[in-house]
C-alpha cells in the first residue's frame, strides 16, 4: 500500500521519468521512519519496470525482483551487521557495480540508506561517481541529518523532502499493512515513524516502553537495583529501551521548561529543579547525551551495562 503522506512526491519523480528529467543523483531527505527508503525502492522498482507506460506496473518480473533488493541492476547499501557506518570498501564495490552495463540494457540503481552514515573516508569514494556517473546510472541517498554529508555530495543531488506524516495518517497506513494492534502507543514511543513501526512488534514497544518507564521511575524516586536492571537492559531490546530512556528523560526536560519556555539568562549555578523535582536541568540534559552517545556508539567496543548502571545511579543519586 502506497503511503498517502509520500503521494505529492510519488507524482513529481513520476512526471520527471515520464519527460526524462530524472537526475542521475537523488538525496532524498527524511524525517526519522517517513518512508525516505521505501520512496527509494519505489523509485528503482520504476525506473527498472519493463512496462515504462505503466512503471512502476507492481506486476512484472523487473519490479518483483526490485522490490525484494533481488534485482542484478540494483544494488543496495546499507551498514554491515551491527555497524553504525557505510564503510569504504562497501561504496568502492557499490561504485564498480554501478560502471558495469545493465544486464536489461536500462538503468543501473543505487541505493545508500541511511547515506548519513558514511563516514569520510566513504564519502570521499562516492564522490567520484557522482562527479562522472556513467550513463543510465541512477544513485539515491537516504538521510534524515544531510547536514552531515560533504558539501560536494550535497551540491551534486537534487533534493527531495519526505516530511513525517500526521499521526492518524501513520496509524491508517499501519494498520492496512501490518494489521491491527495499538499503533498510536508504538508511535508514542518511537515517534511519527511509522516505517521503523512497521518493522517492530507492537506488544514488545508497549511492553518494554511500560518497564523502562517503572524502571526509571523507581530509580528517580531512590528505589530499585541499578546493577540488576541494567543488565537486564543490556541484553536485550537495548536501541529500544534507550529510545524509551532518551523519551523519559525529554519528558521531563520539557516539563522543566516548559514547551514554550525559554532560559533568557546565564548562571552561574545549577538550573533550577522546579516544584517537586529532583534533578536540575543541566544533569538532565547530561543523561540526555549520555544516552544519545550510547545510542551512537554500537560500533564501539564499551561496556553497556555499565554506562546503563551508571545513567540509574545518578538518577538515584538525584532523589538523595
Known sequence: ?????????????????????????LLIHEAPGAGGEWLAGWVAQMVLCSNRQEAPCQRCTSCQRASKGQHPDLTVVRPLEASTQIRIEQVRELAAELALTAHQSGYKVGILSPADSMNRFSANALLKTLEEPSQGTLLML????????PATILSRCQRVRVRAPERDDAIAWLQATRGPADWGSVLAVLGT??????????????EVAAEVRHGLDEAASGGGDPVATAERWAR????????CVENWLTERIRGQVGASSHFTEVRAGAHPRGHGKSLDLHQLFGLLDAVR????????PINRGLALESLLRSLSAGAA
Open 1 to 25: 500500500m502506497t503511503p498517502a503522506w509520500l503521494e505529492p512526491e510519488i507524482a513529481r519523480l513520476r512526471g520527471a521519468y515520464t519527460a526524462g528529467r530524472l537526475p542521475h543523483a
Open 142 to 149: 537516504v538521510a534524515s541529518q544531510p547536514s552531515r554529508l
Open 193 to 206: 515513524a511509522p516505517m521503523a513501526a512497521a518493522g517492530a512488534d507492537p506488544a514488545t514497544v508497549v
Open 236 to 243: 536485550s531490546e537495548l536501541p529500544l529501551r534507550l529510545t
Open 293 to 300: 552517545e550510547l545510542k551512537s556508539s554500537f560500533d564501539a
